[in-house]
């Protein structure tokens, strides 16, 4: 297995503008997390789902994030209107069952002009 | 108070010193912890994973709980250059799937 992916590696936007990251989990993994990380507040939790459904979003900072996951295979975390304070590396991370190792992907460095 | 607290170095040591990282925590309820370490521009990896007071060998590393302190600790013996990386201590309670992570430790071993 290649592993938690995340795309894109790197996302350079102007405040604003709506921004979408993107993250396939480990096959047969139920549980996926997504997590931002700033020098300021370490390793935030954002949401996380289990089996596609969205258990816990208490840690998304305001309305303007978003996250689904519409299928097994697939997430997305969305940002609109993206704003310079949402610069961190986000990482997505999957669990194949509850309090079990979490496999992060490589993150994607968002930086908001 | 912050639920998991985690001095930030960061910490440089000569290679071979024996390294010793902590966090603090501040939910009796909390009951399984664990140990990642980061590479510079990389995603975390599970480093040590325990769930009871006391300790835990892996080759160089040891993975110290006291829970009656609320106190965890990562030893890690002759260091070497290649341990070189943020650890971040993670903490979850029994009624959650949500695992609290530290801030991280910046660790530099020098040659």
């Known amino acids: 297995d290649a592993g938690v992916i995340q795309s894109p590696r790197h996302e350079v936007t102007e405040m604003g503008q709506e921004v979408t990251l993107r993250c396939k989990p480990i096959?047969?993994?139920?549980?996926l997390f997504w997590y931002r990380q700033t020098m300021m507040r370490g390793l935030e939790l954002l949401i996380y789902f289990n089996n596609n459904v969205p258990i816990d979003d208490s840690g998304m900072p305001e309305d303007r994030f978003s996250a689904k996951m519409p299928n097994a295979s697939f997430s997305t975390l969305k940002i609109q209107p993206s704003e310079p304070r949402d610069s961190a590396v986000y990482f997505c991370?999957?669990?194949?069952?509850?309090?079990?190792?979490?496999?992060f992907g490589q993150g994607t460095r968002l930086t908001v002009v | 108070q912050k639920e998991v607290e985690q001095d930030p170095g960061p910490l440089s040591v000569p290679e071979g010193a024996i390294v010793s990282l902590n966090c603090t925590y501040s939910n009796s309820a909390f009951q399984y912890f664990m140990w990642y370490r980061q590479y510079s521009r990389k995603g975390p990896e599970l480093l040590m994973y325990t769930y009871s007071s006391g300790n835990k060998e892996d080759g160089r590393f040891t993975a110290q709980v006291d829970k009656s302190s609320k106190y965890i600790s990562l030893f890690i013996r002759d260091s070497q250059p290649s341990d070189s990386a943020t650890y971040l201590c993670a903490i979850s309670a029994p009624d959650t799937d949500k695992l609290i992570f530290g801030t991280g430790t910046r660790l530099q071993v020098f040659p």
């Open positions: 096959s047969g993994h139920d549980y």
């Open positions: 991370a999957s669990t194949p069952g509850r309090l079990r190792e979490a496999f």
